[in-house]
Each structure stands twice: as C-alpha cells, then as structure tokens.
C-alpha cells in the first residue's frame, strides 16, 4: 500500500510517498482502508521536527504522517467486538512514535480510537472531526462550567475554536468568540452570544465590557496565552490547546492543558450528532494523497476555514 512518512524532518518537500506493506491488525485492533485523511497543524510540526525537538518522540528512522481517518472496516483483529468489515468508521491515530500514520491507503487502529459513521456524513467530512472535535469536547470537560456559566472562546472561526463555540453552547454555556472581523456570522451562527474582533488591542478589556467581571472560563484555541487569561474572573478556569500555551494561573485561576487522547465513545457521540446536522463539519478542500506536500503549504499560508483533507 502507499503512505506518506518523513525520514528527516523539514519542510514540505520532505514527505514521500512510499509503498509499504499492508499492516495486518493484531488483538483488540482494526484495520480501515481509508477514504479520506484530514491535514492539521500537529501534521505540520511533526514533519517540522517541532516534536521531537520538545521531547515528545523518541527519535526513530521513520515517522508517519496524520490522526484522522475515515474511511471502512477491511480486518479485525482478535478480540474484537462492535466492529466489522464493510462497516464505515471515523478515527483517530494519537500515537507520535509510529511508522505509519493517517496520511496512506490503510491504517490500523485500536478498536476504541474507533467509531461508526452515520452514512449521511461523508468520509471528507468526517476526517475533519476527530483530532479537532476531539480536543475541543475534551477542553470543555477540563473546565468543567455549569449551565449558565460564560466561556470565552479564541480563535473561535478555527478549527478546534469552531467546535467549543458549538459545543459549548450546546452545554448551555453562553459563548464570547473571538475571531475575524468577517468570522462574525459564522461564530454567531455557530451558537455565540457575543463576538470579540481578533483585532482587539486588550482582549480582556474587551471581554470584560462585555461580561462584567470577566468570563467563567475560557478555552483558547488561538494561543493567546495571558492576554486571554485577563478575560477570565478570579477563580475561574483557563484550558490552553496546545502544550507551552498555557499562562501561570494568576488569580487563583485553574489553568490545564488539553492533550488529546483517543476516546470512541465520545467521538461516537460528536459523528452522531454531525450525523443529524447538529454538529457543523467544514471541508476547506480535498487533495489527492500524493498532493500532500501541497496540503501542507497551504495550511502554512494559513486563512483556511476548515480543514484541508486527502484523498487516497
């Protein structure tokens, strides 16, 4: 089969598009021929060698490429309930130190990273979800805000961003999203009560006029750190996305960081709910898996609403 792997890290130009032998499942695991892989930022750094710099991959001579998967069930591994061939899935890969990633014809997963996949979602579209839907139910859980409570939401038009708006206001939770001057529409639509400019001198100033006395909690999908931080009341709770993000907990804030683990149940829950159309999945647009590279530079240039996916 193909894959896409790095040998060395770099920019773009050093993923290849290499034929592997087809992985076979072992106990408790899945094998998925897959549809349709989706391209985010953890693909880039990655690839970068950002990771491995930090510490979190031991280093290896191959590396794979991509955590969301959609496509169908084509093995099963011993031990293995719920699942079968022919059944369309949606998963996610969250292992760094592995020779083989989502970025390839096949990929072989633990049967709980797994889900099924309502067939009115497509496998394009549900490639978007995993990693980002994820990360944003697993931040709202980490902050752990009551019915009622105000959450401030960055980089709120983004991916992961795009998801706590609408799963926050599904939780009742009344959302200030910052983002875009002309990303207004979009996070209303998506469930905000009140739009924070992502041009905003003094993001707290802002929110707090909003909010008196600050938010109960924010999640900041857009890193902003301590300047996201003065929005949020003493006491309250602070969730960064991404490790090295998060600010010291000033004001007895409860400030966490989320890191994704792979939860089937819980993206069960999120492929249903886009299954009925209450969970909005957004496809910037669809290469072919050997136009990888290219993915990677266009998510470099940044503007993208919504995520890039390959086709293999």
Same mark, same amino acid.
């Given at each position: 089969m193909r894959a896409v792997v790095v040998r060395e890290f770099g920019g773009p130009e050093v993923l290849e598009?290499?034929?592997?032998?087809l992985p076979e499942p072992g106990r408790g695991q899945v094998r998925v021929r897959v549809a349709a892989a989706g391209v985010n930022p953890v693909d880039a750094v990655t690839r970068a060698g950002v990771l491995a710099a930090a510490g979190l991959m031991?280093?290896? +001579?191959?590396? @794979?490429? =991509?955590?969301? #998967?959609?496509?169908v069930v084509d093995a099963v591994g011993p031990g293995v309930t719920g699942f079968a061939p022919g059944q369309r899935v949606v998963g996610l890969r969250d292992r760094l130190d592995v020779d083989l990633g989502a970025y390839a014809d096949h990929i072989v997963l633990d049967a709980g990273a797994l889900a099924p996949l309502p067939a009115s979602v497509s496998f394009e579209r549900a490639a978007t979800l995993p990693l980002n839907g994820l990360t944003a139910l697993q931040a709202l859980d980490l902050l752990a805000l009551p019915s009622g409570s105000t959450v401030l939401v960055t980089g709120a038009a983004g991916a992961v961003g795009g998801f706590a708006v609408e799963l926050a206001a599904?939780?009742?939770?009344?959302?200030? +999203?910052?983002? @875009?001057? =002309?990303?207004? #529409?979009?996070?209303?639509?998506?469930?905000?009560?009140w739009f924070v400019p992502r041009t905003a001198g003094d993001v707290a100033a802002v929110v707090r006029e909003l909010v008196p006395g600050g938010v109960d909690g924010a999640v900041d999908a857009a890193l902003l750190g301590v300047r996201a931080l003065g929005a949020v009341r003493g006491r309250g709770a602070f969730v960064a996305v991404a490790g090295g993000s998060e600010p010291v907990g000033l004001r007895g804030i409860r400030v966490a960081n989320v890191w994704i683990t792979a939860d089937g149940p819980a993206l069960a829950g999120l492929a249903a709910l886009a299954g009925t159309g209450r969970l909005t999945l957004r496809v910037a647009d669809t290469l072919p898996l050997e136009r990888a590279g290219q993915a990677h530079e266009r998510l470099a240039a940044g503007g993208l609403r919504g995520r890039l996916v390959l086709t293999p």
């Open positions: 598009l290499v034929e592997v032998a031991a280093p290896r +001579a191959v590396t @794979g490429i =991509g955590w969301d #998967a959609a496509g599904r939780r009742g939770l009344r959302v200030a +999203a910052l983002a @875009g001057e =002309g990303d207004e #529409a979009l996070v209303r639509a998506l469930g905000a009560e």
